[in-house]
């Protein structure tokens, strides 16, 4: 087997299993949550998948965390009136005070005993906070198996992606507002 690698702390603050923290929300959706196509709406299983991750960041930074960004939210497949939704959270990386959660979403007939169906998926980023609303440390996250090691290495990747976009997306606006092409 391979030897799981993971960045060493700074401050040598100890590190937290992935599963310290993962957890799994299931809800039965009514006929609340349906648009008008009869399936449910999108943003119901985006509170979800918030509300799932939020847990698992609070859980595993051991206080609040805030949401700052989602990534990649994919609805593979509808769900509908009567399926029993389960959210899959857990931590697949940490930095000094964010933290990404990647989300797994399934869905079930409530009333069969066919196997859940994976209907979507997203990676979000969370910050822990103090009481005052400023960022304060995390633990690290310790992948235990060779699949929390897989997602923390792409959760590295995608990291890099957002920080290069941020960057590429403000060095466009401050060239443009330079060359006075932009109002605002």
Do not use: C
């Not at 918030?50 to 989602?70: E, N």
């Amino acid at each position: 087997m391979t030897e799981l690698v993971t960045e060493k702390p700074a401050d040598d603050q100890a590190g937290k299993p992935t599963s310290a923290s993962r957890i799994t929300l299931s809800h039965i959706m009514t006929s609340v949550d349906t648009n008008l196509l009869g399936t449910v709406h999108g943003g119901v299983i985006m509170k979800l998948v918030d509300d799932a991750a939020g847990a698992v960041a609070g859980r595993h930074s051991g206080g609040p965390a805030v949401t700052a960004s989602m990534d990649e939210m994919v609805f593979l497949e509808p769900v509908r009136i009567g399926d029993l939704v389960h959210v899959r959270a857990q931590v697949n990386w940490t930095g000094r005070s964010s933290m990404e959660v990647g989300v797994r979403v399934l869905a079930e007939r409530w009333n069969e005993s066919s196997p859940a169906q994976q209907v979507g998926s997203a990676y979000l980023v969370f910050a822990a906070v103090d009481e005052q609303g400023t960022p304060r440390r995390v633990p690290p996250v310790v992948p235990e198996t060779e699949r929390d090691q897989r997602r923390y290495q792409e959760a590295q990747i995608r990291r890099t992606h957002r920080l290069a976009r941020r960057r590429a997306i403000k060095e466009l606006r401050e060239r443009r507002a330079a060359e006075g092409l932009d109002d605002a």
